[in-house]
């Protein structure tokens, strides 16, 4: 069995034909992840209980003769962030290192429910804060298109996953561009819907206005199918949407002839590096298949870093207080006070960048400075959507560069946050305007690092959006 090779279309196939059964294809793929692991370092841990039970419902399925569901068999790995019922979920951070949640996520639930086989947990960035997994507390993850690199983040082990094959598909976080960026930088494709399309039910708070569940895959038709499954509304999260979920797949019909697309001029014009030369690689093929390309203004795109690290921080302010040493599992052995006790948890308990965001959160919603920065920043986040709104009056599709660079090396921005933060420019826009938004596989630089580029669509027009990534995938493979 090539684990690697697989897709979702080949896994049903096989247990279709009988080839392999689900529990022998998920002991397979487990022993092949477990082995593969220590290069990069993708996964925290393995769940194999739990795959091999699942795999066996969908096997009890096929022998009585039912539909084993869209995602049978396939071998999943999912971000740690995302609450799997009794396997541990650490957030990539000491302080949840032994934490067992008592439920699953929903988007969990759908997964298995429709015959999906979850292999383990994926590393990230501290409650997803980052854009290289750097700033987890158990290590970083290693690129596995180059190994001295970083592979993103804050998604950084999902992406790892899937680009080494050890996971056909995967669940990540968006916040500001944790799965479009790690998407590009290991070139596969990933997949940020629509505010409220998946519930976030499960889904560890990092900043609840701006965070959304979403796959990384090998393809755009495995993304939009993963997106069909864990799309929809949910009655436990108030915030998911009641539209229809339409067939993702059948969007995928190459017919983009007469799509109208907008070049953001504020995106194009610092993009001088090699990164900006396979995006206009990408968009020439996308003109050759009868696409119109023309420039359009997203005027406010300057003050989208500002706007991003203000609200994003105020939101992880008051979500992460619940980390007190008196909930979850880590508490400082530290004695003193009550006020003691909370601060020598959470100084002992979070990495540098949690704390930072920590500071600087509580800060913008201080009194007397709330209304200068916090309030402030939510009306030109308002100014950002209406960019998009205004955008989307001329163009079906905006196309950008995901990232300014391509993968950086380990360690190269560690130490450096604000370089770090700059270089979410491209994504943290449309993760503002709560669009849909994608990193699909472009090209690569002359080092062969992959570039991918990203499209962004009007709100819930993920079919849109998938249908001009199926016909890039097609031109660029
Ligand atoms: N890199 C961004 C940040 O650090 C985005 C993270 C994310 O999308 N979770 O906030």
Not at 62 to 68: I, S, T, W, Y
Not at 180 to 208: D, K, N
Not at 217 to 243: E, H, K, M, Q, Y
Not at 360 to 366: D, E, I
């Amino acid at each position: 069995m090539d684990i690697p090779s697989l897709t979702i279309d080949r896994v049903r196939e096989g247990l279709v034909a009988s080839r392999f059964s689900a529990v022998e294809l998920t002991t397979e793929a487990l022993r092949f992840a477990e082995a593969e692991n220590p290069r990069t370092g993708a996964y925290l841990h393995f769940c194999p209980e739990r795959a091999v039970a699942a795999a066996r419902r969908v096997d009890g399925r096929l022998a009585r003769g039912e539909d084993p569901g869209p995602l049978a068999g396939v071998p999943i790995a999912v971000k740690d962030v995302i609450l799997t019922k009794g396997v541990r979920t650490t957030c990539g951070s000491r302080l949840l290192e032994h934490y067992i949640p008592p439920y699953d996520a929903t988007a969990i639930t759908r997964l298995e429910s429709a015959g999906g086989i979850i292999l383990g947990k994926t590393n990230c960035d501290e409650f997803a804060m980052g854009s290289s997994t750097e700033n987890s507390a158990f290590g970083p993850v290693r690129n596995p298109v180059a190994l001295d690199r970083v592979p993103g983040g804050s998604s950084g082990g999902s992406a790892a996953a899937v680009a080494q094959g050890t996971a056909v598909v995967a669940l990540g976080s968006d916040t500001g561009g944790s799965i479009r960026q790690p998407a590009s930088f290991c070139g596969v494709v990933g997949v940020t819907p629509t505010y409220g399309r998946v519930s976030r039910y499960g889904l560890t708070a990092f900043a609840s206005s701006l965070d959304h569940i979403g796959p990384f895959a090998r393809s755009v038709s495995d993304a939009a199918t993963v997106l069909g499954v864990i799309a929809g509304r949910d009655p436990s999260d108030a915030t998911s949407a009641a539209a229809p979920v339409p067939d993702y797949r059948a969007a995928i019909d190459g017919r983009v002839k007469g799509v109208k697309l907008g070049l953001p001029r504020e995106y194009l014009k610092d993009l001088t590096s090699e990164t900006g030369e396979v995006i206009e690689r990408g968009v020439e093929r996308l003109r050759g298949l009868g696409c119109e390309v023309r420039e359009i203004s997203l005027p406010a795109t300057g003050y989208a870093i500002a706007t991003y690290y203000v609200i994003a921080t105020a939101e992880a302010s008051s979500n992460l207080a619940r980390y007190d040493g008196v909930r979850y599992t880590f508490r400082s052995e530290s004695s003193g006070t009550l006020a003691d006790l909370y601060r020598n948890t959470r100084g002992e308990g979070f990495g540098a960048e949690c704390k930072r965001r920590i500071m600087l959160g509580t800060y913008v919603l201080s009194h007397g400075y709330y209304d200068a920065y916090y309030l402030k920043a939510q009306k030109v986040r308002t100014l950002i959507a209406r960019d998009f709104e205004h955008a989307f009056q001329q163009v079906d599709a905006v196309v950008a560069p995901v990232s300014p660079f391509p993968a950086f090396k380990l360690g190269e921005k560690v130490d450096d946050p604000l370089a770090m933060y700059l270089s979410d420019i491209y994504t943290i826009t449309g993760s503002l305007a709560g669009i849909p938004c994608m990193s699909v596989p472009s090209g690569a630089t002359r080092a062969g690092l992959p570039v991918g580029l990203q499209i962004l669509t009007r709100h819930f027009d993920e079919p849109g959006m998938f249908r001009l990534a199926g016909a890039l995938e097609q031109q660029t493979s």
